[in-house]
């Protein structure tokens, strides 16, 4: 890790109240890891959100002005000022990941199979996309089997611009139909077949992921968490895979720093269902997989504590860093 910067971590609860094993007071929901490996906890944040933060962009401008969700609302961070603006977008459940697409902020409203774009010069909601218009009108297979129902949903977690210029989203059902069975009063949801859709083609691209996070944009290839298979995936631009790497956890959240050719990547702690439902993953604890992206290998790990699950991994300049520790 450069001296100049630090590793932001955002983590939070478990969103399942039956994953949960501490309470919401003992979440630290933003850290810092520092170039020693020490970590310091952003008081300021400790208290907000239901089960914690989501998410966090960076103004193009201006990186001491940074856009933080929750899991129902985004705030604009005047960090010059010590200053936060709640940017009042209605109707957002479960907000994933939001991302800067030219002057647009994108927020994935997962809840709502939603996209929603809010223009960062105008200071208004210029697009809300409902996701059902790209909806496959094919059947799924195992949609007529005993006790299966469809809902229309893609599960969309991210919003992203390819290399192509276009608009994608990545979702958990390319379809947009998941399938969900009822086995002994429990309702059983199918991960579906997962990958990415061009919003501005309608073109799907199935991956055969489980439960996809976090497309980030790396030497000209696509990097992609393939979390359910506990993989994380190495795609080139007309998403052919070319490397798979072993997480042996759920990954969601990373951020790659070219100074050093590494790629900081978020694994979150195996909650216990995961394990029966997802075969083929580890007993691990929450980290930060340090990856080296030349040869795709996985040089080093930093557990972070006093949260159940890391939601993004993000590296900042140490200035933008000591800001966010003076808040108050």
């Known amino acids: 890790m450069p001296k100049n910067k630090m590793i ?111 223009h960062i010069r105008e200071n208004r909601v210029s697009r809300r996309i409902d996701l059902s218009d790209f909806a496959s009108s094919t059947p799924e297979e195992g949609e007529g089997g005993e006790g299966v129902e469809v809902v229309d949903k893609f599960h969309c977690n991210l919003i992203f611009q390819g290399y192509d210029g276009h608009l994608y ?27 990415v859709v ?53 990954g969601r959240g990373g951020e790659y720093q070219p100074e050093t050719g590494l790629y900081y990547a978020g694994v979150s702690a195996t909650r216990k269902r995961y394990l029966g439902l997802f075969p083929g993953g580890d007993s691990v604890p929450n980290m930060v997989q340090v990856v080296k992206a030349a040869d795709y290998k996985i040089e080093e790990t930093i557990m972070i504590p006093n949260i159940e699950q890391i939601n993004n991994v993000y590296c900042i300049d140490n200035d933008v860093a000591n800001k966010l520790l003076q808040m108050v």
């Open 169 to 195: 989203i990545l979702v958990h059902h390319t379809s947009g139909r998941q399938l969900i069975k009822r086995i002994a009063q429990k309702f059983i949801k199918s991960q579906g077949n997962g990958g």
């Open 198 to 250: 061009n919003i501005d083609t309608k073109k799907r691209y199935p991956l055969n992921f489980k439960a996809p996070h976090s497309v980030r944009r790396i030497n000209g290839e696509y990097w992609v968490f393939d979390s359910g298979h506990f993989e994380l995936k190495v795609f080139d631009q007309q998403w052919k895979l070319k490397k798979s790497i072993n997480t042996k956890g759920f």
């Open 8 to 118: 932001m971590v955002i983590g939070s609860l478990n969103a399942n109240p039956a994953d949960r094993e501490i309470s919401r007071e003992d979440i630290r929901s933003v850290q810092l890891i520092h170039p020693n490996r020490e970590i310091s906890e952003v008081s300021f944040f400790h208290s907000w959100g239901e089960l914690g933060m989501s998410s966090m962009a960076v103004h193009p401008d201006d990186k001491m002005k940074l856009y933080f969700a929750t899991s129902s609302q985004v705030f604009l961070f005047n960090l010059h000022a010590n200053e936060q603006t709640d940017l009042q977008i209605p109707n957002l459940t479960d907000v994933h990941e939001i991302s800067m697409v030219g002057d647009e902020l994108w927020i994935s409203n997962t809840k709502h199979d939603e996209i929603v774009a809010y």
